[in-house]
Each structure stands twice: as C-alpha cells, then as structure tokens.
C-alpha cells in the first residue's frame, strides 16, 4: 500500500485511512483518481504489466508524507529507505492461499519506488504493527504534486528495478 498523507504523519493502517465520494471517483481500466477527503490529495495511479506510476497533488499547507506498506501479514517483509536517491526498497514473502494454506509459496513479491520530491525525513515504523512500514516526510510543506513510480518483480529487486526502467523509465 502506498497511501499519501498531510498534517500528521499515520502509519496505522486503520488510523491513516481517509474518506472519499464514489462520485469523485473516476475509474477505467487504465486510469484510476480520487479526491481522498481526510488529506485534501487528489490521487491518480495507472499502471502496466510490472510498473506503475502514481500523482499524488498535496492540496493544502502542511506537512506532506508518503507511507509505504507492504502489507506482510506475517511480519517478514523487509523494506529500505535510501534518502539520497529518493527510493523505496522492499520484499514480501508470499505464502499460499489455497493449497497448503498459510506454507511459503517460495518466492517473493519485490518493489523499488521512486520518489519524484526532495525528501526532510523518512523512517521505518515497526511499533503501529507486525511488519515494518516506511514512511517520508517530503521536504515542501507548500500544495504540492509528487509523482511516485514502482517497479514489481517476482524474481529479486534488480528485476523490480529493470521492470520500473523498461516500462515507465
């Protein structure tokens, strides 16, 4: 989960959620935006077969975050912060749905994100739940627009970051 946020900085899941109106939601298969009400950010993503690009539109004065959670009902993803070259790194072991419940499925889902925006701070929560969260607190607290690309792969983070490079580069 990516999710963008202003003011307070929330990485609990169930805390950080916002309000939105289906009405203000404009879905197609290769384009999806909402205004998330909670943040005043209007929200865009489209993507394509292993990368995806985000536009998130900071709307008011104020601290801006992007949380990035992998979602690791089990607690062992792993995610990295790199300031510098404004990224987001990470792996998620996938665990079988149907047979064998609950086993390794024996491979893991992997991301590189790409931050667009200077970043002031960023951090690794692993209080708010079982799994570590990242989060970054972008350096302008004026409205804002900050572009966010993920490449995915099944393989190893390398390929997460070929996969990002050939189709959004």
Known sequence: TIMPLSGKLLTNPKKRASSFQHSEEKATPSYYSVQLKDYNVFAEITGLSHAGIMRFNFQSVGD????VDPNSDKGLATVFIDKNKKEIIGSNPVFRIYQGFGKPAGFSGN????????????????ISTNHKIAWLRLK???PCQVSVKVGMSFTDVEHARMNLLKEIA
């Open 64 to 67: 801006h975050f992007i949380v």
């Open 140 to 142: 302008s607290t004026e």
């Open 111 to 126: 991301f590189v994100i790409q931050i667009s925006n200077e970043i002031a701070d960023c951090g690794i929560d692993t």
